[in-house]
T-cell receptor, first 110, second 114 residues
Framework: KQEVTQIPAALSVPEGENLVLNCSFT??????LQWFRQDPGKGLTSLLL?????REQTSGRLNASLDKSSGRSTLYIAASQPGDSATYLC?????????FGKGTMLLVSP | NAGVTQTPKFRVLKTGQSMTLLCAQD?????MYWYRQDPGMGLRLIHY???????AKGEVPDGYNVSRLKKQNFLLGLESAAPSQTSVYFC?????????????FGQGTRLTVV
């Protein structure tokens, strides 16, 4: 059974800091890994998708890496802003389903 | 495009009542999923469908039934609601499963069972 772990569970930083969120998974037989953002009381918004054959993806200030063999992914957020405050979830896609971690709750203070 | 739409957005049920949650997608996606999200538990898969007329159990299927009579719709039913089913329910869809397939989520249904 695939298990996904996200560390840390919560993170509080001042505005402008660069930060790294971590995601690990137990079964390397994945098709891809997605990072999502969830604002309080809202649905999930896809941020980045990394195919299993890829090493990283970038979108603006976000950079996600994938090391499939070691079962790890990181989401790097550059020059954090208060608007980045949200819960960040990673999910791995297996044969038919997505398995989620429990998320990292990020608070960026002005 | 509407994407993935869930109906209703909020609902309060009494224990023992039944209800159906509707998920509709307009992206011609093959795969659809129902998840529940609870504090400290993350998102857990209830049921999923890999195409019209097919359904399969996920991690926490007990107390729920689903149907996929039309490709664009995926219904989640609660036959006899219990307080343990108080949760936020999310529907998602994807074109297929594979390397370049992105999953899209609805805005959620907040269900309270009293």
């Amino acid at each position: 059974k695939q298990e996904v772990t996200q560390i840390p569970a919560a993170l509080s930083v001042p505005e402008g800091e660069n930060l790294v969120l971590n995601c690990s998974f137990t079964d390397s037989a994945i098709y891809n890994l997605q990072w999502f953002r969830q604002d309080p009381g809202k649905g999930l918004t896809s941020l980045l998708l990394i195919q299993s054959s890829q090493r990283e993806q970038t979108s603006g200030r976000l950079n996600a890496s994938l090391d499939k063999s070691s079962g790890r992914s990181t989401l790097y957020i550059a020059a954090s802003q208060p608007g980045d405050s949200a819960t960040y979830l990673c999910a791995v896609t297996g044969y038919s389903t997505l398995t989620f971690g429990k998320g990292t709750m990020l608070l960026v203070s002005p | 495009n509407a994407g993935v739409t869930q109906t209703p957005k909020f609902r309060v049920l009494k224990t023992g009542q039944s209800m159906t949650l509707l998920c509709a997608q307009d992206m011609n996606h093959e795969y659809m999923y129902w998840y529940r999200q609870d504090p400290g538990m993350g998102l857990r898969l209830i049921h999923y469908s890999v195409g019209e007329g097919t359904t399969a159990k996920g991690e926490v299927p007990d107390g729920y039934n689903v149907s996929r009579l039309k490709k664009q719709n995926f219904l989640l039913g609660l036959e006899s609601a219990a307080p343990s089913q108080t949760s936020v329910y999310f529907c998602a869809s994807s074109l297929i499963t594979g390397g370049n397939t992105e999953a899209f989520f609805g805005q959620g249904t907040r269900l309270t069972v009293v």
